[in-house]
T-cell receptor, first 115, second 115 residues
Framework: AQSVTQLGSHVSVSEGALVLLRCNYS??????LFWYVQYPNQGLQLLLK??????LVKGINGFEAEFKKSETSFHLTKPSAHMSDAAEYFC?????????????FGAGTTVTVRA | EAGVTQFPSHSVIEKGQTVTLRCDPI?????LYWYRRVMGKEIKFLLH????????ESGMPNNRFLAERTGGTYSTLKVQPAELEDSGVYFC?????????????FGPGTRLTVL
């Protein structure tokens, strides 16, 4: 079974500072990897996904993530945090054959942005 | 285009009662998933429908949970009888058949509290 570990349940950053959220996965096959964001009282929204194309993936709202197979990592970054980035972020891996399989999620990281 | 909708948004019931959650996927999406997040834990997969058929129900906790998807459209998840440990947020997601990278669109969730 595949699994995901997110390091840090809470991250606090200053507005304008770098956002770095860490995600490590375990998988016996090449994985599909995802970052989702959940704003208060909303559903999960896809930020970006890795599907074995480019290892540096750009997503919405200025976020990007780099797939590093040697480190089994898929860390999420944003160069400059905005107040609107305050939310909970989830890293997920797709199990099985990838086309329409269930997702395994990390525990989530809550980001707060200080003015 | 309407997103994934879930009803109710909140439900508070007594232990031993029955609750039915509903999910309406995005129109045309054959894949429908149910997930659950218990307080402080990861989001966990419950089951997956392809149209009206259960593709994978390996995440269903026990036989108190019954999921249906009549006609391959909306889905219901019934908990009968509810126990305290069933409390959490139940998410529904849908995706298109043949959508590589398994992009799942999530609803806002139903927060279930069992007292």
């Amino acid at each position: 079974a595949q699994s995901v570990t997110q390091l840090g349940s809470h991250v606090s950053v200053s507005e304008g500072a770098l956002v770095l959220l860490r995600c490590n996965y375990s998988s016996s096959v090449p994985p599909y990897l995802f970052w989702y964001v959940q704003y208060p009282n909303q559903g999960l929204q896809l930020l970006l996904k890795y599907t074995s194309a480019a290892t540096l993936v750009k997503g919405i709202n200025g976020f990007e993530a780099e797939f590093k197979k040697s480190e089994t990592s898929f860390h999420l970054t944003k160069p400059s945090a905005h107040m609107s980035d305050a939310a909970e972020y989830f890293c997920a891996v797709s199990e099985g054959l990838g086309r329409w399989d269930k997702l395994s999620f990390g525990a989530g990281t809550t980001v707060t942005v200080r003015a | 285009e309407a997103g994934v909708t879930q009803f109710p948004s909140h439900s508070v019931i007594e232990k031993g009662q029955t609750v039915t959650l509903r999910c309406d996927p995005i129109s045309g999406h054959d894949n429908l998933y149910w997930y659950r997040r218990v307080m402080g834990k990861e989001i966990k997969f419950l089951l997956h429908f392809v149209k009206e058929s259960k593709q994978d129900e390996s995440g269903m906790p026990n036989n108190r949970f019954l999921a249906e998807r009549t006609g391959g459209t909306y889905s219901t998840l019934k908990v009968q009888p509810a126990e305290l440990e069933d409390s959490g947020v139940y998410f529904c997601a849908s995706s298109q058949e043949g959508a590589w990278g398994n992009e799942q669109f999530f609803g806002p969730g139903t927060r279930l509290t069992v007292l």
